[in-house]
């Protein structure tokens, strides 16, 4: 069983209440805008990170992180990328993997808005988690919290950190 927080399109923002939310997850998980190696070497040395690059992030962060990321962790297939749009309206980039070996769950970000949705055409899970920082034309800074077990994806938390201004 591993507790999983997930965020996304940080845009080089660190909020104090990250460390608060995620104290009792097992790894983070940021799908993309990052903003900087910085922001992403303070997730790194807080807990174990999985990370995707954006179409903001620069070089290094490029360098660091994949466009896209796939692993498994608790028997649960994982797809990562920062622009993969949501079912019905996936991204011509990542719709041919996603068609030809779905995931058990799909991870994306970029639009700024936090969606959670099955897809029953690929028996997938697919999760924004909307944006944790403070750019964009979001209202709400979010992220998710979420419990993989043995195949499962289950107890999953919706956290609103604060209005964006």
């Known amino acids: 069983m591993k507790k999983i927080g997930i965020l996304s399109d940080t845009h080089n923002y660190w909020d104090e209440k990250f460390e608060i939310h995620f104290a009792d997850c097992d790894e983070i998980w940021h ?49 990562m990328t920062h622009i993969g749009g949501y079912p019905g309206h996936y991204d011509p980039k990542i719709r041919p993997q996603l ?25 997938c899970l697919h999760m924004n988690p909307g944006a944790a920082g403070k750019y964009g034309f979001h209202q709400v800074r979010t992220l998710l919290k979420f419990v993989l077990d043995n195949g499962n994806i289950r107890d999953l938390e919706v956290v609103e950190l604060a209005k964006r201004g």
């Not at 805008?33 to 790194?44: Q, R, T």
């Not at 068609?99 to 028996?123: Q, R």
């Open 99 to 123: 068609y030809a070996n779905p995931p058990k769950l799909f991870v994306c970000g970029h639009s700024h808005i936090l969606k959670v949705i099955y897809d029953k055409k690929l028996d």
């Open 31 to 79: 799908a993309g805008d990052i903003g900087s190696m910085e922001l992403a070497n303070k997730f790194e040395a807080f807990k174990p990170f999985r990370a995707v690059y954006g179409n903001i992030d620069d070089y290094s962060t490029r360098y660091a992180y994949p466009e896209t990321l796939r692993f498994t962790l608790e028997n649960v297939d994982v797809l």
